[in-house]
């Protein structure tokens, strides 16, 4: 089945404590992303990638770190947790990142994420 | 920054009737847009995209419209089910990158 899947999809942590949420696309897409979701706040892109070994600053890339060295994957990683870091996350995939490319985006289940 | 703005938070319409989300955008480079339907508890889910040299296309039962002009962005929804509840976001990425702005989103509820 083609899916995008997170995990874990429910964290609760404290500050400061890096934590990595993993994000793993069995599509064969190029293109890959992270959102957060806050009330009032709509989905905001952290960090994309167009393919292996490149990403790119989304609108809110602050307190995050991503890495893409397989196609698959695209990890996130919080290297020291803020309170301001509880949200919802989302995870995304679409096949082409070209110019003329769709970015269609297959989304994960989602992981909500507590920092105290 | 710019962002990707809509024009209601909630719509709400009789079953059977065809539903419009308005969304207004800001950044005249955008090339490419798309929208988006959440339901509950889900992740967003494609609905269908437009590219910037085109002001009309349609899928199944949705109909986008692009104004550049005006730098809007509409959904059309024929004939709108009980399904069709939900929470839907318009999106433009930014010419020459994969830079995504989402808007706030629209809620449409759905009364039999």
């Not at chain 1, 599509?27 to 890959?32: C, G, K, R, S, V």
């Not at chain 2, 399904?83 to 020459?96: L, Q, T």
Request: one cysteine or more; aromatic letters at 10%.
């Amino acid at each position: 089945e083609a899916q995008v899947t997170q995990n874990p999809r429910y964290l609760i942590t404290v500050t400061g404590k890096k934590l990595t949420v993993t994000c793993s696309q069995n599509m064969n897409h190029e293109y890959m992303s992270w959102y957060r979701q806050d009330p009032g706040l709509g989905l905001r892109q952290i960090y994309y990638s167009m393919n292996v070994e490149v990403t790119d600053k989304g609108d809110v890339p602050e307190g995050y770190k991503v890495s893409r060295k397989e196609k698959r994957n695209f990890p996130l990683i919080l290297e020291s947790p803020s309170p301001n870091q509880t949200s919802l996350y989302f995870c995304a995939s679409s096949l082409y990142a070209s110019q003329q490319g769709k970015y269609e985006q297959y989304f994960g289940p989602g992981t909500r994420l507590t920092v105290t | 920054g710019e962002s990707v703005g809509l024009h209601l938070p909630t719509l709400s319409v009789q079953e059977g009737d065809n539903s419009i989300i308005n969304c207004a955008y800001s950044n005249s480079a955008s090339d490419y847009f798309i929208w988006y339907k959440q339901e509950s508890g889900k992740g967003p889910q494609f609905i269908i995209d437009i590219r910037s040299n085109m002001d009309k296309r349609q899928g199944q039962r949705v109909t986008v419209l692009l104004n550049k002009t005006v730098k809007h962005l509409s959904l059309q929804i024929a004939a709108t089910q009980p399904g069709d509840s939900a929470v839907y976001f318009c999106a433009e990425k930014y010419s020459n990158t994969g830079k995504l702005i989402f808007g706030q989103g629209t809620t449409l509820q759905v009364k039999p």
